[in-house]
Nanobody, 123 residues
């Protein structure tokens, strides 16, 4: 398994940017895990945001963040990043990173999760 901790959340104005980090602790090599970001807004269900392949060679994004967010990873530092640009109030949510064996969009396919970090975007 892998243990994950998110950081970098905070308060930002609409149109601003923020970079989230997810630091992993794992017995296995970090490059065996695909890592995804999910988010959950108040009163709403969990939503897929982005996923990066094990080596960082590919990525997929949810429709609502395509073109605005960028996921990347540094396997030497066991860290995955989510660069969030042109943030909007509807991006306000708790953001979670998750690790698993498959590059997927479904939360049930990711066994390991961090505790989350709050992102708040004001108008």
């Amino acid at each position: 398994q892998v243990q994950l901790v998110e950081s970098g959340g905070g308060l930002v104005q609409a149109g601003g940017s923020l970079r989230l980090s997810c630091v992993a602790s794992t017995r296995a090599a970090f490059n065996v895990y695909a890592v995804a970001w999910f988010r959950q807004a108040p009163g709403k269900g969990r939503e897929f945001v982005a996923v990066v392949t094990q080596t960082g060679s590919g990525a997929s994004y949810g429709d609502s963040v395509q073109g605005r967010f960028t996921i990347s990873r540094d396997n030497f530092k066991n860290t995955v990043f989510l660069q969030m640009d042109n943030l909007q109030p509807e991006d306000t949510a708790i953001y979670y990173c998750a690790a698993g064996p498959i590059t997927a969009r479904t939360d049930s396919l990711f066994p390991s999760w961090g505790p989350g970090t709050q992102v708040t975007v004001s108008s």
